[in-house]
């Protein structure tokens, strides 16, 4: 809801030249991103010195550039009515400047600057994005990992892609691993063997050359789960300070990481109609495409509910979980959720968490689910597993059950 007038920001600002007409609409769009009154007036202020410093210099509109905000940027302030005499302006001030200036040339007032020709794709490359999200159905942060991941091989492959076989697949694949850890050797392995797929579909190299690509040695879920105690659990979910709009978000962030073992994309791209209040479910948008509907708990949905309804921003999105300060926009990656549970873990004391990423607290649901008995399925159900491989990966913890099945350890057997 707004909670002041353009009108009162622009009590008392000195004129603002050439540009006085647009003031009152950029105004309006910087409380409609959310921007508290005081920080508004700081941008106005700077709009209209840039108004009156191109009266100054008699430079149009329509022939406002890149060249001139430079010029503005480094010019020893003289102009009327500013209260910057002799001082070149900040580079913050300059930011506000060239806030204004986007919002003249999303008016069409100001011309965009042309743009840099983009650098041309790698033949092999054609096409391999649009049939990862078309095809694959593979998230938009995986489908740039992948590209990055085959484009520090293709030097190597070579354009001519009906020429790749199966030494030359081993002998670029070796090279790039050599001296790596083997969980960073198989970021590797996984796009090129889906980029050596993608070419076979197309026919444009020879069918199942991934099956060239070496494995790399290591055990299959030879580890143990990173996971925190059910009583760190919540030490990190009451860390967060319920008398602010952050602290709101937080924790219904976090109870859904905790509660239902969500992934960090599932809250960046939870949405609103997601939410069936009617029914107490919640629909789940996880890998490949694939749609869940999960119940929702009461403590969750109540953290959730609180959250919706006390605090969170006015926006045009239908996004749920958005950003505390302005702009006013949705949570940009999953890195930002990490973040999120990163600071609760500070926040609770937390000091030598086994990871601190959102996974941590998936990772502990399941292991809180399994040591209060419920079965593997339904714990698959819960996490979205493809294959109930992974989540007997969580059964390792239960000390208590493998004690029962373990057997004893033969002594005084002759070598």
């Known amino acids: 809801m707004k909670s002041y007038d353009p009108d009162d920001v622009l009590r008392g600002l000195a004129p603002g030249g050439r540009v006085q007409p647009y003031i009152h609409g950029f105004i309006e769009r910087l409380m409609e991103a959310g921007y508290a009154f005081l920080t508004t007036l700081e941008y106005a202020r700077a709009a209209g010195h840039l108004g009156r410093w191109l009266d100054e210099c008699d430079v149009e509109l329509g022939q406002l550039a890149d060249r001139h905000l430079e010029e503005f940027g480094s010019h020893l302030c003289a102009c009327p009515g500013s209260t910057r005499t002799g001082r070149a302006p900040s580079h913050r001030y300059v930011q506000r400047v060239r806030r204004f200036v986007d919002h003249l040339r999303r008016l069409g007032i100001v011309s965009s600057p042309p743009r840099a020709p983009e650098p041309g794709i790698p033949t092999p490359l054609v096409g391999f994005r649009e049939w990862l999200l ?17 484009s520090r091989m293709l030097p190597d492959l070579g354009d001519e892609t009906d020429d790749y076989d199966t030494a030359l697949v081993r002998c670029v694949v070796l090279d790039s691993v050599r001296g790596c850890s083997p969980a960073y050797a198989k970021t590797f392995i996984t796009p090129l063997r889906v980029f050596l797929r993608f070419l076979a579909t197309e026919g444009r190299c020879r069918p199942y050359l991934e099956r060239a690509v070496p494995t790399i040695p290591q055990w299959t879920l030879a580890s143990l789960p990173r996971h925190l105690d059910a009583e760190d659990v919540e030490r990190v979910i009451d860390s967060c300070d319920l008398d602010k709009p952050h602290g709101v978000r937080d924790r219904a962030a976090l109870l859904l990481l905790a509660r239902l073992g969500l992934r960090a994309g599932d809250i960046v791209d939870m949405r609103l109609d997601d939410i069936d209040w009617s029914s107490g479910t919640l629909k789940v948008r996880g890998k490949g495409r694939r749609e869940t509907v999960l119940p929702l708990p009461q403590e969750p949905g109540d953290a959730l509910l609180r959250y919706l309804v006390s605090v969170r921003p006015e926006a045009t999105t239908d996004r749920v979980f958005l950003c505390a300060n302005a702009p006013i926009r949705p949570l940009a990656t999953s890195a930002t959720v990490s973040t999120i549970v990163r600071q609760a873990l500070r926040r609770a004391g937390i000091t030598d968490p086994p990871s601190r990423g959102a996974h941590l607290l998936r990772h502990s649901a399941a292991v809180s689910m399994l040591r209060s008995g419920v079965s593997v399925d339904t714990i698959s159900t819960v996490l979205r597993h493809r294959s109930a491989d992974m989540t007997a990966y969580y059964a390792k913890v239960d000390v208590a059950l493998l004690a029962r099945i373990a057997q004893p350890w033969p ?3 002759p070598c």
């Open 411 to 413: 002594e005084g057997t």
């Open 134 to 150: 078309q095809h694959r159905g593979l998230a938009e942060q995986t489908v740039v990992r992948y590209e990055r991941m085959v």
